[in-house]
Nanobody, 121 residues
């Protein structure tokens, strides 16, 4: 299993970024995929999940601002982030798994290496 994130960077408050995560080594279309983040000095925080039945889930603070989607032809999961705030600054991780899997932490399941998102003026 390999997960490779991209798309992070520096953005001003109110701006947008789209993160991508290219997956390989498993049947992507039948897998739940998730995003989590870790801010400096804080613990891992679940962000969003996309289940194989098409259901999507978001943490309360991301609802209305973030959108998760997948492209099965490209084995890629995306996280579109709009109206970014300084408190969204974190390393964002892509992971294979459901919300329950993500909540167990990075010692469980399959995770990417992370991509840094910095929201600052």
């Amino acid at each position: 299993v390999q997960l490779v994130e991209s798309g992070g960077g520096l953005v001003q408050p109110g701006g947008s970024l789209r993160l991508s995560c290219a997956a390989s080594g498993f049947t992507f279309s039948s897998s739940a995929m998730s995003w989590a983040r870790q801010a400096p000095g804080k613990g891992l925080e679940w962000v969003s999940s996309f289940y194989s039945d098409g259901s999507t889930y978001y943490a309360d603070s991301m609802k209305g601002r973030f959108t998760i989607s997948t492209d099965n032809a490209k084995n890629t999961v995306y996280l579109q982030m709009n109206s970014l705030k300084p408190e969204d600054t974190a390393v964002y991780y892509c992971a294979r798994g459901t919300i329950a899997t993500i909540m167990r932490g990075r010692d469980f399941g399959s995770w990417g290496q992370g991509t840094q998102v910095t929201v600052s003026s």
